[in-house]
């Protein structure tokens, strides 16, 4: 007997010892959860972050030119197109995200319509990635810049016309921005 009362006063002792080891642990059921207020201070900043102008990049020309260089044949031309895209925003944006489309069209119908929506009477005319292929990943921070060069082959261009190159940055992308009104240019092409 004397061994079973000492085998459970051990016992005892053990459960006790467990007991105090282990942290207790408390059942919420979800409903009664509390909200974690670093997350939710996040979740309303994603959530409106797309509706306000502020914490987005703003991209436009800063600097544009159009050389023509006769090449082979009559009205057949290289164009050598230099740019600087500006991010005049409040967010950065890679240079990967960023493109740079051409188009060739006429200045008096430019100056007839005054709509440059690149849908009619415009001629695809070459265009580049802003990210130099070795710094892939490189960011246009605020108020940062970048130039691009680039050169487009075999343009026929007739010059009673009055040719224009038409440029503009992420026509096509669905990367927010401050303003897309300020993404085209264009400048007469000098024959």
Known sequence: ????????????????????????????????????????????????????????????FSAFNVTATLSS????????????????GTASILTDDVSVQGFISDLDWIQKSQDVSFTNHFKSACGSILSDVPKRGESLVPGGSKQISYSCFNVTLIKEIKPVYLIGVNLYSNIPEISKDNNKTYISILL
């Not at 959860?33 to 996040?42: A, D, F, G, R």
């Open 1 to 60: 007997m004397k061994k079973t009362i000492i085998t459970l006063v051990i016992l005892f002792a053990v459960q006790q010892i467990i007991a105090q080891i282990q942290t207790p642990v408390k059942k919420i059921t979800p409903a009664n959860q509390p909200v974690n207020t670093v997350n939710q201070k996040i979740l309303n900043q994603l959530a409106s972050k797309g509706s306000t102008a502020a914490g987005l990049p703003d991209l436009e």
């Open 73 to 88: 044949g009559t009205n057949v031309y290289t164009l050598n197109i230099s740019c600087t895209v500006k991010n005049n």
